[in-house]
């Protein structure tokens, strides 16, 4: 079954996309914790940080310049919050890992 993420991918639950390239996309956060609460999110549906593969350094390494990219056109280089939450032996709401970004500034 697909994740949620990949139903606002493919267009199945409406939600804005800030930003997509190949591998990743980015939405907001439906209950955003901050004034600027973004999602960077890899195509590929990889569950948890737990169950990343050496495959996926190159598309974890992107996410990451995706952040930065993100923080240059916000204008927040300055401040900015980057994390993964990991839920793995708990309920977790969406198995499809996400990169938060938050700013405030
Ligand atoms: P987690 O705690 O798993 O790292 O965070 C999941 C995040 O996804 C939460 O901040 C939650 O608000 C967000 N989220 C869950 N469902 C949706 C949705 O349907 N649309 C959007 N835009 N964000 C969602």
């Known amino acids: 079954m697909s994740s949620i993420f990949t139903k606002i991918l493919n267009k199945?639950?409406?939600s804005?996309?800030?930003y997509e390239d190949e591998e990743i996309f980015v939405i907001?956060?439906?209950n955003p914790?901050?004034?600027i609460h973004l999602l960077?999110?890899?195509k590929k549906e990889i569950p948890t940080?737990?169950?990343?593969?050496k495959e996926d350094?190159?598309?974890l390494a992107n996410m990451f310049f995706v952040?930065?990219?993100?923080?240059?056109?916000?204008?927040v280089e300055e401040w900015y919050q980057l994390h993964f939450n990991v839920w793995a032996k708990w309920w977790q709401e969406v198995m499809h890992i996400h990169l938060h970004f938050t700013s405030d500034l």
């Open 57 to 59: 350094k190159e598309l």
């Open 40 to 42: 960077i999110i890899p």
């Open 33 to 35: 914790k901050a004034k």
């Open 67 to 75: 952040a930065k990219k993100l923080a240059k056109d916000l204008n």
């Open 49 to 53: 940080i737990n169950d990343l593969q």
């Open 12 to 14: 199945e639950i409406p």
């Open 16 to 18: 804005e996309i800030v």
């Open 28 to 30: 907001k956060d439906i």
